[in-house]
């Protein structure tokens, strides 16, 4: 099979086009044909060596396709599924095998660009919006980058929330974009400064909450767009990680709290999996939740997809088709 793979870290040029042996099941595993791999700001990470993997290795954390094979012990998967996936690596790529523990069943009407485009930033959208911090109607809230791939998702959940939306993005168009999913005031972050925006905005009340995967460049501006025993939701690092931060400082800004959530905390069993899974599927049929596939890359065009994501070039969602 065709593969991407990655022998030593480094730029996107490391991501290399390869002929790999198909692999096989193992028990409890399940093989899947991969028709859409998602694109994920966490595979440069892996690609440059800031979160360490083992070398060599594929990327890729999500993708959707059809069952091709099931190892021993697996129940409830057959040859012919349409599944779907987030947080196993190996998704750049022609197949991968995948522990049935984590696979879903992508329900009849929703095509596989969309289920693998919301398997990792939908599910992210999800949780930010309900747990991390549960939006309330009537709360004003601050997306960054509401061009992106979690952004325009998120500014959609949390319309549906009730939410007052305020999104920051650098371009025009990107703000378009932002707009057209919902957001009712859209901030050039690269024009304008957001804190005193979001300060106008609310008439200095401020916000119970800031999601903010921009990270370095927008978090102590962030920080300022929070009122009293405000939550600052730190979810990325797109424009590089955070320096280290005194706490002490939480508590002469106004009692703030900071968390840095991740996925993986936030589908600890099957059943939170399942059901974050679920509203985003019944979302998508009922039209309630529109996911843009941005860019569509040949799987030998990976690094050109890393150089747009990195680039700021993309809006929506990034794939690769195999
Ligand atoms: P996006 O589609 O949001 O792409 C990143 C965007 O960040 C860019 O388009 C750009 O938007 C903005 N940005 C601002 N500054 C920079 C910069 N210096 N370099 C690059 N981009 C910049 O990506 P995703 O939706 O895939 O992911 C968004 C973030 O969320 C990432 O940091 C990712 O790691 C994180 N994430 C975290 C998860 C978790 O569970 N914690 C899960 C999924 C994603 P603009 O041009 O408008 O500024």
């Known amino acids: 099979m065709q593969a991407i793979q990655i022998s030593k870290t480094g730029g996107p040029e490391v991501l290399e086009l390869v002929d790999l042996p198909r692999p096989e099941p193992k028990s409890g595993e399940v093989l899947v044909k991969i028709e859409a791999a998602g694109v994920n700001f966490i595979d440069t990470y892996l690609r440059e060596g800031r979160y360490p993997a083992p070398l060599p290795f594929i990327p890729g954390q999500e993708a959707a396709g059809i069952v091709a094979a099931v190892g021993e012990g697996v129940e409830g998967f057959h040859i012919g599924d349409r599944v779907a996936w987030a947080g196993t690596r190996g998704a750049y790529a022609q197949f991968a095998c995948v522990p049935a523990t ?41 997306i960054h980058a509401g061009a992106g791939g979690v952004g325009l998702l998120l500014t959609q959940i949390a319309k549906m929330l009730g939410a007052r939306v305020i999104t920051t993005v650098s371009t025009e168009p990107k703000a378009e974009l932002s707009r057209g999913a919902g957001a009712d005031h859209v ?136």
């Not at 009407?109 to 398997?119: K, L, P, T, Y």
């Not at 990792?120 to 601050?142: E, F, M, N, R, S």
Request: hydrophobic share 40%; glycine share 8%.
């Open 102 to 142: 984590g696979l879903l069943k992508v329900p009849e009407g929703i095509g596989a660009d969309d289920a693998a485009a919301v398997m990792l930033q939908g599910i992210t959208a999800h949780y930010l919006a309900y747990d991390t911090y549960a939006i309330k109607p009537g709360d004003t809230v601050l």
């Open 187 to 322: 901030i050039l972050y690269t024009q304008q400064n957001f804190a005193d925006e979001v300060k106008r905005i609310t008439d200095g009340d401020l916000l119970p909450v800031v999601y903010d995967s921009v990270g370095q460049t927008t978090f102590e501006d962030s920080l300022k767009c929070l009122r009293p025993r405000g939550l600052m939701a730190l979810f990325g690092a797109s424009s590089g990680a955070v320096p280290p931060f005194d706490l002490i400082r939480l508590s002469t800004m106004g009692s703030l709290y900071v968390t840095r959530p991740t996925m993986k905390d936030y589908i600890l069993t099957r059943a939170e999996l399942e059901r974050r899974a679920a509203d985003l599927f019944n979302w998508i049929a009922r039209g309630k939740l529109n996911v843009r596939i941005g860019h569509r890359y040949p799987l030998a065009e990976a690094s050109q997809a890393h150089r747009d994501l990195e680039g700021r070039k993309t809006t929506g969602k990034v794939l690769l088709i195999p």
